[in-house]
């Protein structure tokens, strides 16, 4: 039955429909699976077998009274673990949240149990989702399916792993600052960051609570799309939270820009033939695909920086080893408690990171820095509103080149400066997905398709027929 | 934007975090590039006026109607220190008299 595993939620909710397997077998097939390759993926951080075994019974028994609780019921995933499970630990990828258990859960995740979703476990991670290889988590970092001595892209490399490695129907994860897509394009999967607040952001562990978003990692379009209707939608426990009305406009004929700035960086030649080979197969579509120039993109990698650090360093100063988490021993005054908990519970790039926007904001520097930032970040806004006056849909890399080796990563300052191809996105608020766009036999590349608040269904069937062109990657 | 000028101790302070010796070197080559990364944007021209800045957030507040919400003993559960049964317990947070002559 491993063949499960690898299909689509279309077909497995079809199968559990028509009673050919039941979610108990569907979900012992994930957990097999799970207890073969995880040792070497180290895409999980938790695995919640005996709960997971318990749902779905709970699945079963409600398909064979006919109370399906709809598509969904009884399909196992996978979550981030950065979002609060209440009663099963929420590490975020760190020290500092090592032991932690939860006393609530985060809505996305409890609107999808409420559908009779599976949860299979919590995935590996960037600490606190600062990272774009999935190396930066105090568990280790999660490996590449494709490659097992390459990373995954972060920081929801365990979630694309999961998904990848045929370890869970689906993930959730969050995207920051390509996140989801990231890895999603590393690992050969689909990965949608919605809207700004589309999915509501109650029970994510904050890094940068003005670029947070929560998302989806699935092996098609279809899957992402049920998934995200299912998550998506207004939430009173998160003020930032809306209903996006979704666009009903036709697929056909779509004006596809081809985002100049991103094009035209240095790519590897495999990626650049790839993308190369996409947006041909976009012109045969009968898309229009002229190439757009949003020039302020240049310095968007700067500008996220700049506004994430701002915020990660006061939504991170709540780690103080008082009310919850990992506290230091040994210290003689509260001073000394805050100080010593926080130096050894947070990892190198978690305190690059906060004291980067310790300084940003201090005195004598915050209009140099955090006001220019939010300043520039206005005007990529308008940048984008006047491109999407002319265009249905944008287009742009995802990352410079394939997975890079675990041994050999590239520096710190060449991971921020890629950041540049999936920040614009993040600072306007975007809606934007990444879809595979290489053979499965090869290092996996991907393309990222943007649109503009509302457009969803367009962006979802127009990547749909994309990925089809050369035949649905999972069936 | 002089890079000599950065006190790694104080931006440390201003983070909650302190810098022990073994990463003082590394930490302040990492803080020097990633200040020097993010000064590029100050070359960048910019016509909006701070006023012009909007949200991308809705912040639609919700009625404020208090609501049953987690009880101590849960709260309590995820502390590594408590006292009483009832509060936090955290070390003196006011140095006595004799310590601070």
Do not use: W
């Amino acid at each position: 039955m491993s063949d499960l595993t690898s299909m689509s939620v279309r077909a497995l909710s079809k199968m559990l429909e028509s009673k050919e397997i039941s979610s108990e077998e569907l979900t012992i097939s994930y957990l097999e699976r799970i207890a073969s390759l995880d040792r070497d993926l180290s895409a999980y951080i938790t695995v919640t077998a005996d709960p997971a075994l318990c749902a779905a019974k709970e699945s079963d028994k409600r398909r064979k009274r006919s109370e399906s609780l709809g598509v969904l019921d009884g399909i196992p995933f996978s979550v981030k673990d950065n979002f609060c499970t209440k009663g099963i630990k929420t590490t975020a990828g760190s020290r500092m949240l090592e032991n932690y258990i939860p006393p609530y859960t985060a809505t996305a995740i409890r609107r999808l149990t409420d559908k009779g979703c599976v949860l299979l476990g919590k995935t590996n991670m960037d600490e606190f989702g600062m990272g774009s290889l999935c190396m930066n988590s105090y568990f280790g970092p999660s490996k590449n399916p494709a490659d097992k001595k390459r990373a995954t892209g972060g920081s929801s490399g365990g979630s694309a792993s999961s998904v990848a490695a045929s370890m869970a129907a689906f993930s959730i994860a969050s995207d920051t600052g390509g996140s989801i897509r990231l890895p999603a394009a590393l690992c050969g999967v689909v990965g949608f960051k919605p809207a700004y607040g589309a999915v509501s952001r109650y029970g994510l562990t904050a890094f940068s609570p003005s670029l947070d978003t929560v998302g989806v990692i699935s092996r098609d379009v279809s899957d992402c799309d049920a998934v995200y209707s299912v998550i998506c939608g207004r939430d009173e426990k998160d003020a930032t939270s809306i209903d996006v009305k979704r666009n009903k406009k036709s697929a056909d004929r779509l004006a596809v820009g081809i985002i100049s700035e991103l094009i035209d960086r240095p790519l590897d030649s495999t990626v650049r033939s790839a993308i190369q080979k996409k947006i041909s197969n976009i012109l045969l579509l009968g898309a229009d695909s002229p190439t757009v120039s949003i020039p302020l993109i240049e310095r968007a990698a700067e500008c996220y920086y700049i506004i994430s650090s701002c915020e990660a360093s006061s939504t991170l100063s709540r780690f103080d080893g008082v009310r919850y988490g990992y506290r230091a021993d040994d210290v003689s005054d509260i001073d000394e408690l805050y100080r010593s908990t926080r130096s050894s519970g947070f990892g190198r790039e978690v305190k690059k990171r906060i004291m980067l926007g310790s300084f940003a904001l201090s005195s004598g520097y915050y209009d140099r820095y955090y006001r220019r930032a939010l300043l520039y970040r206005e005007a990529l806004c308008r940048e984008f509103d006047r491109a999407f006056e002319k265009f249905d849909l944008l287009v742009a890399p995802v990352y410079g080149s394939t997975a890079p080796l675990l041994s050999d990563p590239p520096s710190a300052e060449k991971l921020y400066q890629e950041d540049i191809f999936t920040t614009p996105a993040s600072l306007a608020g975007l809606p934007s997905i990444s879809i595979p766009c290489q053979a499965k036999s090869e290092l996996p590349i991907g393309i990222q398709i943007l649109c503009k608040k509302g457009d969803e269904d367009i962006l979802f069937s127009f990547s749909k027929t994309l990925l089809a062109e050369e035949g649905v990657l999972y069936e | 934007m002089n890079k000599e000028k950065i006190d790694l101790d104080a931006i440390a302070a201003l983070s909650g975090l302190s810098v022990n010796e073994f990463e003082r070197d590394s930490l302040y080559s990492d803080m020097l590039n990633m200040i020097s990364f993010a000064e590029s944007i100050s070359s960048i021209v910019i016509d909006i006026h701070p006023k012009e800045i909007s949200t991308t957030a809705a912040c639609k507040m919700r009625r404020d109607i208090p609501k049953e919400s987690l009880d101590r003993y849960t709260l309590l559960c995820e502390a590594r220190s408590v006292s009483d049964g009832r509060y936090f317990s955290v070390p003196s947070a006011i140095k006595d008299r004799e310590e601070k002559s």
